[in-house]
Each structure stands twice: as C-alpha cells, then as structure tokens.
Nanobody, 128 residues
Framework: QVQLVESGGGLVQAGGSLRLSCAAS????????MGWFRQAPGKEREFVAA???????TTVVDSVKGRFTISRDNAKNVYLQMDSLKLEDTAVYYC??????????????????????WGQGTQVTVSS
C-alpha cells in the first residue's frame, strides 16, 4: 500500500508560481514512478507530468511545457514546480504512483490507468 498526501495548492494570480509537493509513505518510495494529473470543473482528469523511478526521465504535457517542472528527491517526495500560471491551469491536482517496480528505471507513463495509488488532491486556483 502507498499513501499520498499533496500540499502546496492555493490561490495565485496569473503569471505567479506555486510548488506542489506529494509526500508518499507505505513502501519503498524510490522503486515507484510518479505522476501529476489535474481535473478542472466539468472536465475529465488529464495528465500533467511524470517522472521515472530513477528520476532520470521526465515528461510534461504540451500545454505546460516550459512552465511546469516535475522532480523528486527520493526522500519520499515528488514536486511540481508551476511557473507563469495561467487561468486555464485552475484545477484540482493529484499525484499518483505507478508501483510496477519491475519496469526499467527510466520508464514513465502518461496513462492514468497505469497508476494504482492516488492522493486526495490539492486545489490550484489562478485568478486574473
């Protein structure tokens, strides 16, 4: 089992920054891939960013490239640095774990179906 707790959300003006954190517990954190997803009101949950078990491979969705960065410290924390925030970034942000430790350390996935543990989410609201 893995327990995930997100933090760092809040209200920010457009152009501002936030840093989301996700603290994991319950198993060897360094053996899992991590991802961030978001869900805006009335929309489906969408992929935002992913990082491999080793931390050497990352990806973000095109709409946040150059603005968001995912990282991990392998001390059971993964982060999403969000800069130059836009109104359309408003959503509940979720972190998730892909617990398949048998996959290569450089593997990451953008598919929500491949993540098996999820946090409760943290609200990010960007105002004009």
């Amino acid at each position: 089992q893995v327990q995930l707790v997100e933090s760092g959300g809040g209200l920010v003006q457009a152009g501002g920054s936030l840093r989301l954190s996700c603290a994991a517990s319950g198993r060897t954190f360094s053996n899992v891939g991590m991802g961030w997803f978001r869900q805006a009101p009335g929309k489906e949950r969408e992929f935002v960013a992913a990082i491999s078990r080793s931390g050497s491979s990352t990806t973000v969705v095109d709409s946040v490239k150059g603005r968001f960065t995912i990282s991990r410290d392998n001390a059971k924390n993964v982060y999403l640095q969000m800069d130059s925030l836009k109104l359309e970034d408003t959503a509940v942000y979720y972190c998730a774990v892909d617990s398949r430790s048998y996959l290569p350390g450089t593997y990451y996935t953008t598919s929500a179906a491949e993540y098996d543990f999820w946090g409760q989410g943290t609200q990010v609201t960007v105002s004009s």
